[in-house]
């Protein structure tokens, strides 16, 4: 079982207020992203990093901010929570492979945000 | 706009039938991995498949990569109520930074005892 995790698992907030998502592997991984994913949905890459420093936004166009201080941390910040943000965030890592292919993701068990 | 493809989007099927999920590209792939998610959970990890043509076998399932390296297919062999989920494909574009992964819309997958 990979070691990754998420906190809170289950964050129920108001409007306006801002919000931090806990994202943490012990595995040292380089690569790190963040993914949403509505209920039967795809996942959407919103973030990810390839080492410290290191943040770029995905495919999805997202309000939410992060950054990467430390290889183990990878933090998800929405400054202001809308209820269009409402949906699950699921944290994953890979490790780096200097060769082409192989860069399975871990995932962590998620947080299921509800925006009041 | 969605660059893999991923049908059927549903699939129900008695305890012991066959199931197949199929995934295409829009533009040819480096590699392609294949993740399950059970309900409730996160996805987990399968697979991947990189050579052309390339098929790989795990007991019951059995992972396919096309020729041209853009469609990739998922069968299940008997299915079990242990295989309900979302099985969801990944596949790295290659003109997209190393490690991203693009995911399929995924099928769901019920299976009636």
């Known amino acids: 079982e990979a070691d990754i995790y998420q906190t809170p698992r289950y964050l129920v907030i108001g409007t306006g207020k801002k919000i931090t998502l806990e994202c943490s592997q012990t595995?040292?991984?380089?690569?790190m992203y963040w993914y949403q994913q509505d209920p039967g949905m795809e996942l959407h890459l919103i973030h990810y990093?390839?080492?410290?420093?290191?943040?770029e936004k995905g495919d999805l166009s997202s309000e939410s901010t992060v950054s990467r201080i430390r290889t183990e941390h990878f933090p998800l910040t929405l400054e202001s929570a809308r209820p269009s943000h409402t949906s699950q965030y699921l944290c994953?890592?890979?490790?780096?492979?200097?060769?082409?292919?192989?860069?399975?993701?871990?995932f962590g068990p998620g947080t299921r945000l509800t925006v009041l | 706009g969605q660059q893999v493809m991923q049908i059927p989007q549903y699939q129900h099927v008695q305890e012991g039938e066959d199931f197949t999920t199929y995934c295409n590209s829009s533009?040819?792939?480096?590699?392609i991995q294949w993740y399950k998610q059970r309900p409730g959970g996160h996805p987990v990890f399968l697979i991947q498949?990189?050579?052309?043509?390339e098929v790989k076998k795990q007991k019951r399932l059995t992972f396919q990569f096309g020729e041209a390296k853009k469609n990739s297919s998922l069968h299940i062999t008997a299915t079990q109520t242990t295989d309900v989920g979302t099985y969801f494909c990944?596949?790295?574009?290659?003109?997209?930074?190393?490690?991203?992964?693009?995911f399929g819309q995924g099928t769901i997958l019920t299976v009636h005892p």
């Open positions: 994953a890592s890979s490790p780096w492979d200097s060769e082409v292919s192989y860069n399975e993701q871990f």
């Open positions: 595995m040292g991984h380089d690569k």
């Open positions: 990093s390839y080492g410290v420093n290191s943040t």
């Open positions: 533009t040819t792939l480096s590699n």
């Open positions: 498949l990189v050579k052309s043509g």
């Open positions: 990944a596949g790295r574009l290659l003109e997209t930074s190393y490690g991203k992964l693009t």
